[in-house]
């Protein structure tokens, strides 16, 4: 029961995270005992496999992740390790309650992606070696050298919340530990999070732009996300100094105040 209520609750979260329309998918395994002791292992024998990354071969499970681009996941997966990144059940599922752009690294290279571009979902991988070159917008350019960033939440779900290591005696009790943490993970204050300079011509009319509640001398109010960069944009440029990207983004958060989307 408390595994059932972890897992609500995490999805729950991720409905609750801003739709921003920049979305960044990735995966990391999670072994469940060191290499060496594969055919010795028990607790798991029925339930992990063995799998590769590009840090090699594990034996263990691996969980999927989608995040925005303010670092809050806004879908996740738990599959057994020999799952493929690209597989069509693993991203029909990351996939359900999004529509946007969303950037991957070349394991998320699918035939299905004019399937998923019909609903309304824009994946954008970097090509492999025996591919054709094709022109890229270079906000899309911009956003896969951001890609790390999923990264650095998977890093956080690591040391800080310790979602890997592989002491589990019971597999309930391990999936229950690694809901648990992505669980904690949402509560987070320090999420990472990427800019783009592209946000500050992003059209009014973009689908499902997030909204931030200001605080104002005439209080509280509601404001596009587009407006809100502009806004700290222009306050930098007044200042008549450099503008600096650190101190753009340190200023945002002073700004904005996140509220739950409808």
């Not at 070159?133 to 040391?159: A, Q, Y």
């Amino acid at each position: 029961r408390c595994m059932q209520l972890l897992y609500l609750m995490g999805q729950i979260r991720g409905r609750l995270a801003q739709a921003t329309g920049f979305y960044f998918v990735g995966s990391k395994k999670l072994p469940v005992c060191d290499n060496r002791r594969i055919h010795s292992h028990k607790v798991f024998k029925d339930v992990a496999k063995r799998g590769k990354t590009s840090t090699g071969w594990f034996f263990g499970l691996k969980i999927h992740l989608i995040i925005n681009n303010i670092g809050e996941i806004v879908n996740f997966v738990i599959t057994a390790g020999n799952v493929m990144d690209n597989a069509k059940g693993v991203l029909d599922q990351l996939f359900r309650f999004i529509q946007g752009k969303c950037f991957g690294d070349k394991g998320y290279i699918s035939k299905y992606f004019e399937h998923y571009y019909r609903q309304g979902i824009h994946l954008v991988t970097r090509i492999r070696k025996n591919m054709k070159n094709r022109p890229m917008d270079w906000c899309d350019k911009m956003m896969l050298f951001k890609r790390g960033v999923i990264e650095s939440v998977n890093d956080i779900l690591m040391t800080v919340f310790d979602i890997d290591h592989t002491r589990h005696r019971s597999p309930i009790n391990a999936v229950t530990h690694m809901l648990g943490a992505v669980l904690a993970y949402s509560f987070y204050d320090s999420k990472p999070s990427v800019f783009n300079p592209a946000f500050l011509n992003m059209p009014e009319t973009y689908p499902k732009l997030t909204l931030f509640k200001l605080t104002k001398e005439g209080g509280p109010f509601d404001i596009p996300i587009n407006q809100l960069y502009r806004a700290a944009f222009e306050q930098l440029k007044n200042n008549e100094k450099d503008i600096n990207l650190t101190e753009f983004e340190s200023l945002l958060e002073v700004y904005k105040k996140e509220i739950p989307r409808e």
